[in-house]
C-alpha cells in the first residue's frame, strides 16, 4: 500500500528528509550524469530527485499512483505532476528515455504489472532505475522514514522481478548508510557515513538503487508464418485511447 503523498512531503521537509535526498540524489545523478535531450519520468514519489533534470532534459514529468494522491510540483512554472492508476499509464509506447521509480515498488498492489506498464513506455535503449529500500539495511526496520513502509527487497528479488517484466539488469548502486535518525551528530556526519559504510559494509546500505534496459526479442519465422495461417475475423472498433500526457505539454507549450 502507498504512503499517503502528504507523509511523503513532510518526511522530505525534516532534516532527516533532506539528508536523505542529498544522499540518494547523488547516488541517482551518478547513475544518469547526462539526460540533454532525453525525456524523464518519475513514477511514486521522485520529485525530491526529478529537479536536478529539469534545466538539461527535453521533458520532466512525475507520475504519482491514486493510491498515494497528488502535489502540485514544482512550484514554480508550469505543473508537470499528474495522478494515474499505475498499471496503466498515460503515455504512448516507447516514449521515454529515462524511468525513475522512487517509494513504488514497495508499496505497489500489483508488481509485476506495474513493472510490465513501465516496459511498455520505455523506449529501446532506454534505462529504468529503481530506487527500493534494501532488506538488510538499518532504514528498512524502521518507523522514521518512508523507506521503513511497504517491501522492502533483496539484489535477488530485483532480479527476479526484473527479469519477469523483460528487463535486464545493468548497473547496481547503493546510499544511506547513516542511521535513519535525525540526531544532529549523524546528520552532520552523513558524507562520512556513506564513504565508511560503501567500504565496510556494502550489503547494508539503506536503499538500493539498480538500472535496468528493456529487453526487445524479435519473432522467429516459425511463429510468423503459424501467424499469417491464422483465419481472418473481421476488425473491430476499440474504445478512443486516452489523450497522452506528452500530446497535453505540446498543446500547452
Known amino acids: ?33 547526462n539526460v540533454a535531450g532525453m525525456s524523464v519520468v518519475g513514477l511514486g514519489y521522485a520529485t525530491p530527485f526529478l529537479g536536478m533534470f529539469r534545466d538539461e532534459a527535453t521533458r520532466v514529468a512525475a507520475l504519482m499512483p491514486a493510491q498515494q494522491g497528488v502535489l502540485h510540483w514544482p512550484r514554480d512554472g508550469k505543473f508537470l505532476t499528474g495522478l494515474v492508476d499505475e498499471v496503466c499509464l498515460p503515455l504512448s509506447d516507447s516514449s521515454v528515455d529515462r524511468l525513475l521509480l522512487v517509494h513504488h515498488l514497495e508499496g505497489a498492489d500489483q508488481l509485476r504489472p506495474a513493472l510490465r506498464e513501465a516496459w511498455r513506455v520505455l523506449a529501446p535503449g532506454g534505462r529504468i532505475l529503481i530506487v527500493a529500500p534494501n532488506r538488510r539495511g538499518m532504514w528498512a526496520r524502521g518507523e522514521g522514514s518512508p523507506f521503513g513502509s511497504g517491501q522492502p527487497f533483496s539484489r535477488g528479488q530485483l532480479v527476479s522481478l526484473l527479469r519477469n517484466a523483460m528487463f535486464t539488469p545493468v548497473e547496481w548502486s547503493s546510499a544511506l548508510y547513516m542511521p535513519p535518525v535525525g540526531w544532529r551528530m549523524f546528520l552532520r556526519s552523513a558524507i562520512a557515513w556513506e564513504r565508511l559504510g560503501a567500504t565496510l559494509w556494502p550489503r547494508f546500505s539503506g536503499v538500493i538503487l539498480v538500472e535496468a534496459t528493456k529487453q526487445i526479442y524479435a519473432p522467429t519465422g516459425h511463429r510468423e508464418r503459424a501467424r499469417r495461417r491464422l483465419p481472418l475475423v473481421a476488425p473491430v472498433r476499440a474504445p478512443a485511447p486516452a489523450r497522452d500526457l506528452w500530446m497535453d505539454a505540446a498543446d500547452d507549450e
Open 1 to 33: 500500500m502507498h504512503l499517503d503523498v502528504v507523509d511523503l512531503r513532510d518526511f522530505y521537509g525534516r532534516p532527516l528528509g533532506r539528508v536523505a535526498r542529498r544522499l540518494v540524489g547523488r547516488a541517482v545523478r551518478a547513475c544518469w550524469p
